[in-house]
Nanobody, 126 residues
Framework: QLQLVESGGGLVQPGGSLRLACATSGFTSDYYAIGWFRQVPGKEREGVSCISNVSGATNYADSVKGRFTISRDNAKKTVYLQMNSLKAEDTAVYYC???????????????????WGQGTQVTVSS
């Protein structure tokens, strides 16, 4: 049974950093992509970043470029989202998701992703 488990969320002051982790288990193929999404109440889920496990290609939302970095540790089957220079508007529940198609690139759209984690809260506040 495939599982994705997020960790690393919490409360941080503006300008601070957090590193989110998405640990995957139960998925035997190497052909997939992982995406990070975030959602605040009353708004649609937003694609923040993604990475192809096939090619290593990455993609970032304009709002996080230069501040967030996505990376992977294949030995640990974990994808990380390093978030620096955090702003109040980064406050959201962050989800990771897995797109099980053969992906040489990745998408920040919700639709290709067929497995989702439970989410982790990130709050940026002084």
């Amino acid at each position: 049974q495939l599982q994705l488990v997020e960790s690393g969320g919490g409360l941080v002051q503006p300008g601070g950093s957090l590193r989110l982790a998405c640990a995957t288990s139960g998925f035997t193929s190497d052909y997939y992509a992982i995406g990070w999404f975030r959602q605040v109440p009353g708004k649609e889920r937003e694609g923040v970043s993604c990475i192809s496990n096939v090619s290593g290609a990455t993609n970032y939302a304009d709002s996080v470029k230069g501040r967030f970095t996505i990376s992977r540790d294949n030995a640990k089957k974990t994808v990380y989202l390093q978030m620096n220079s955090l702003k109040a508007e980064d406050t959201a529940v962050y989800y990771c998701a897995l797109d099980s198609g053969t992906r040489y690139s990745c998408s920040r759209s919700v639709s290709p992703y067929d497995y989702w984690g439970q989410g982790t809260q990130v709050t940026v506040s002084s």
